[in-house]
């Protein structure tokens, strides 16, 4: 019996590495995709774009091991949390991947002309929302709920960064015109970031379910 609990207490800590790389994937998808944009670099946006199907394959390999884990341990109720709230958490990474690769996309669209304003709020709420999804898969692998909450509090700021991207880029457009198209872009980008934001607290209530037992809105 202390064998067959240890292959599976080790299964879970495989798991658990699959996410944090999955994870750490997703953070890098998120910094090149900004970074491309603000440098109009279109072989860094193309890498993104072509890098979300690796991301999309780990998806699936850690959802397979997820339902293979419960078809094969009959886990308890702890560690049935565990595993689901791991089914949960690789949804929510592979949409902020696709929202990377939104913005990767955008790059391509745009980089043939200068930006109409220096990127400075955009850059801080992907660096604001990459440390939310660090923290909140650090927060599940340590089963910390106060860590959950601390990182939910930066909610609050990207979704300040956010209406200030909008308001600024509505003056832009208001006074010329020829901004609408690449404003329009840099609005969405702006709206994909705080996409992710909202992921990262999804992560976070997963969290406290796993830890607690009890469901909880951060974004409200």
């Known amino acids: 019996m202390g064998t067959i609990r240890q292959n599976f207490t080790n299964a879970l800590k495989t798991l658990q590495n699959d996410i944090l790389r999955m994870g ?3 953070e890098e998808a998120i910094a090149n995709a900004v970074r491309s944009l603000a440098k109009r670099d279109v072989t860094l946006a193309n890498r993104v774009i072509e890098g979300d199907a690796l991301i999309d394959r780990l998806e699936l ?3 397979s091991k997820c339902m293979m884990l ?24 592979e949409r902020m991947a696709d929202y990377a690769e939104d913005i990767a996309e955008i790059t391509t669209r745009i980089a043939h002309e200068p930006l109409i304003k220096p990127l400075i709020d955009i850059p801080k709420m992907a660096e ?10 650090d927060a599940f692998v340590r089963e910390d709920v106060s860590l959950v909450y601390e990182m939910a509090k930066r909610d609050d700021l990207v979704d300040s960064l956010h ?3 909008f308001e600024e880029l509505q003056v832009y457009m ?4 020829n901004t609408i198209f690449q404003a329009t872009y840099l609005l969405f980008v702006s709206r994909y970031l705080e ?4 992921h990262a607290t999804n992560i976070g209530e997963r969290v406290i379910y796993l ?9 409200s």
């Open 174 to 177: 208001s006074r010329d015109p």
């Open 24 to 26: 750490g994937l997703v």
């Open 211 to 219: 830890v607690t037992g009890e469901r909880v809105d951060l974004n």
């Open 70 to 93: 419960i078809a094969t341990q009959q886990p308890l109720a702890t560690d049935l949390r565990r595993i689901g709230a791991g089914f949960k958490i690789i949804t929510d990474l």
């Open 128 to 137: 604001i929302t990459q440390g939310m999804v660090r923290d909140s898969l």
């Open 61 to 63: 390999e850690i959802e």
């Open 195 to 198: 996409r992710i934001a909202d």
């Open 163 to 165: 209406r200030q991207v």
